[in-house]
């Protein structure tokens, strides 16, 4: 078990106070890991370190901002004086922002520029950006792991058949940007694990499932229908290929997608 031991370990979570994002620090704590909670709201962040088991803090970050993301760095080196694991987990799955109009907002072929480039900016440039930053920090150190949060549907297309009324009608359609940004950042994965691979740096990628939260019952029944295992994820489904990358135990592995998706792709 000492394999998947992060005990003084020092790690720094992006995105940190979304779904996935806290129970991925959650995780990173409960195996030992200094977590560092890093998202917009630096005192929700301050507050959620808090509870976590370890010498945890909370910082500020936005992930297209280099300034930032540097200040973030220099704010961890001068407590921990390294960063060993960086999980580029901020991401925005964009909503439509009028409900009455859901359908007619989501469609591709009204899809505006505006969306489509927040979306790279954060799902993408962000996870450039602090790679750039933390990971070259990892270089002067002669090691370190970065692990970047992807999807399902960076892997295979959105079935917009999920987002039917009962009766067959079209109510949403899943938008273009979440899933290209999410499989660019599985070919960012594969390049950076490459180019890094002899100064001692794994990359890996983690592409989640469709997880539970409060989705009516209808879509979750669909989307369990279409699930081998028969469900949606829960929450902390994620915990252990998590802890699993960041840790020793998966130390002949890099430049992978790990995909935990209750065998959602193999269908």
């Given at each position: ?41 630096e005192a929700e962040c301050k ?216 065998g959602w792709t193999i269908w």
């Amino acid at each position: 078990m000492e394999l998947f031991s992060l005990n003084n370990k020092v790690a720094v979570v992006t995105g940190a106070l979304g779904l996935l994002g806290k129970n991925h620090c959650e995780a990173l704590a409960e195996a030992g890991a200094n977590v560092i909670v890093a998202d917009i709201d630096e005192a929700e962040c301050k507050l959620f370190s808090k509870n976590l088991k370890t010498q945890s803090s909370g910082f500020a970050l936005d992930v297209t901002n280099e300034k930032s993301i540097q200040n973030l760095l220099e704010n961890v080196l001068a407590v921990f004086n390294k960063v060993d694991i960086l999980i580029n987990n901020a991401a925005i799955n964009d909503m439509v922002e009028n409900p009455k109009n859901i359908l007619e907002e989501s469609q591709f072929e009204n899809y505006s520029l505006q969306k489509w480039q927040r979306s790279i900016d954060v799902n993408l440039t962000g996870t450039f950006l602090c790679s750039k930053i933390i990971g070259s920090q990892m270089v002067k150190q002669g090691n370190g792991n970065i692990i970047n949060i992807a999807s399902t549907y960076g892997v295979v297309a959105p079935n917009q058949n999920l987002y039917k009324d009962k009766n067959g009608n079209q109510i949403f359609y899943k938008p273009p940007a979440y899933s290209v940004t999410k499989g660019a950042v599985i070919s960012f994965t594969k390049y950076l694990a490459s180019y890094w691979a002899e100064k001692n740096i794994r990359v890996n990628c983690l592409s989640p499932g469709g997880v539970k939260n409060n989705q009516n019952e209808e879509f979750i029944n669909e989307y369990s229908y279409r699930t081998p295992l028969g469900r949606m994820a829960n929450p902390d489904d994620y915990k252990g290929a998590i802890v699993f990358l960041a840790s020793d135990a998966s130390n002949y592995m890099t430049g992978e997608n790990l995909i935990v998706d209750g065998g959602w792709t193999i269908w």
